[in-house]
């Protein structure tokens, strides 16, 4: 837990969101600011910064995380497939400094990469 990450408190219920699950070592929740029509992340309970601070200890964790990925994207109606993204650090573009799985699908999906 970090007394001022705005996703320890969104976990511990202190600020508001639209939840999409929860479990003893999870949560998961709705973006705020979508960028397509479903937009949600998969949070640690557990303060952990990013992918940069993980360590062996965080193993199961994250096995469990990428494992429910795409059990919560069936669940919100993403049959034919999802994006994840996992911003790590301010090189990566990361905003939010409480790791977390983006998972985003159900419009037009592009590349990640535009090439040419
Ligand atoms: P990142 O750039 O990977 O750190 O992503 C941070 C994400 O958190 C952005 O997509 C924001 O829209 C989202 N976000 C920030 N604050 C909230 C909030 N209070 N509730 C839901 N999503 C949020
Ligand atoms: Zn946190």
């Known amino acids: 837990m970090s007394e001022n990450c705005i996703f320890c408190k969104i976990a511990r219920g202190e600020i508001p969101s639209r939840k999409v699950y929860e479990d003893e070592n999870v949560y998961a929740?709705?973006?705020?600011?979508?960028?397509?029509p479903v937009h949600f992340m998969l949070i640690p309970k557990q303060h952990l910064v990013?992918?940069?601070?993980?360590?062996e200890s965080h193993a199961a964790l994250l096995g469990k995380m990428l494992l429910l990925a795409p059990k919560l994207a069936r669940?919100?109606?993403?049959?034919n497939g999802f994006r994840t993204v996992i911003n790590s650090?301010?090189?990566?573009?990361?905003?939010?400094?409480?790791?977390?799985i983006h998972i985003i699908g159900g419009?037009?999906?592009p590349p990640?990469?535009?090439r040419g």
């Open 112 to 114: 990640m990469v535009k």
């Open 89 to 100: 650090g301010k090189g990566g573009g990361q905003e939010v400094f409480h790791l977390h």
């Open 75 to 79: 669940e919100q109606g993403l049959e």
């Open 29 to 36: 929740f709705h973006d705020i600011n979508p960028v397509a």
């Open 107 to 109: 419009g037009i999906i």
């Open 50 to 55: 990013s992918l940069v601070e993980a360590d």
